[in-house]
């Protein structure tokens, strides 16, 4: 049985418990970070938490905990579930009051959970065969860059995709594509650049895409950060996502259409193997 944390309290997770009054359960009035750890250490910690902080700030929020705490509970949750490969998440409410649309004016202590989940990340089948992905509209609120847990539209559109026999989705807005149902998009254009959306409301701003990119520049691979259509993705000579869990992940096929030679291209390829290389050598 998992040991998790609740408010100060390290628990079993069937004794782990939350207010029915708590704003996150109510209102979605709560943010989250998923930090991937390999060989039993944390992946992109330090950003993880800016972004923390930073969605927080935009929902008038503070963390009630110093980024050393956080991590010493990352820590001590991966010690204790023995967890090599997987995920700590993190979420943070605003707290528990009674019911009401207004933000309460004093006397609220945030709620802070944290609780890991072993995953297969490295050695994703999915990374080895590439995903299948269809596009969807993206209604989501217009604020994306913030990452809260209101995420009902992502979860149905990835169902949506698993019953269609499909892997995720992409998400379509005014014609150009944002972002998968939990990570960040890109396409390979027949000159070999790569092109990913830039940075705004309508995209989160993926800790794993800043990698990712970061790496592409310091390969000096072509890259541009600007929108791009679905027909531009379908006729595109590679597609990939980035995130967390998923790490580089190649897309073979968009709305049945076949990427490329429907098989993992050689700049998603590459760039997994560098992010994950990387990654495994800065974890803490």
């Not at 250490?41 to 950003?47: A, P």
């Not at 409410?93 to 890991?116: E, H």
């Not at 150009?176 to 650049?193: H, K, L, P, R």
Request: glycine share 6%; aromatic share 8%; charged share 25%.
């Amino acid at each position: 049985m998992r040991t998790v944390y609740v408010n100060g309290k390290y628990l079993p997770e069937n004794e782990a418990t939350v207010s029915v009054f708590d704003r996150g359960f109510l209102f979605a009035d709560a943010v989250y970070e998923v930090t991937a750890v390999f060989d039993g250490r944390l992946v992109d910690f330090h950003g993880h938490m800016t972004r923390l902080r930073r969605s927080l700030s935009e929902l008038q929020m503070e963390l009630p905990a110093s980024d050393a705490e956080i991590l010493a509970i990352h820590r001590e949750l991966v010690r204790v579930n023995n967890v090599t490969e997987g995920i700590v998440y993190t979420q943070v409410s605003r707290g528990s009051a009674d019911r009401d649309f207004l933000f309460p004016d004093v006397g609220l202590t945030s709620t802070v959970v944290l609780f890991t989940q072993h995953k297969n990340l490295i050695d994703n089948p999915t990374g080895r065969r590439g995903l299948h992905v269809i596009t969807v509209p993206d209604q989501r609120w217009r604020r994306c860059d913030i990452k809260t847990v209101q995420l009902l539209y992502s979860s149905l559109a990835k169902t949506r995709a698993k019953q269609q026999g499909a892997d995720d989705v992409w998400m379509v807005l005014d014609g150009f594509v944002t972002e998968g149902s939990s990570n960040n998009a890109y396409i390979v254009n027949q000159d070999g650049t790569i092109v990913t959306r830039e940075l705004s409301n309508d995209i989160l701003h993926g800790i794993t895409r800043h990698a990712v990119v970061r790496c592409a520049r310091n390969l000096q691979m072509p890259l541009a950060e600007r929108p791009f259509t679905v027909d531009e993705a379908r006729s595109a000579r590679e597609a990939f996502s980035t995130s967390a869990t998923g790490l580089v992940s190649p897309v073979t096929s968009i709305d049945g259409v076949t990427i490329g030679d429907g098989k993992p291209g050689p700049v998603a390829t590459r760039l997994r193997d560098i992010y994950l290389e990387s990654s495994r050598a800065n974890a803490i």
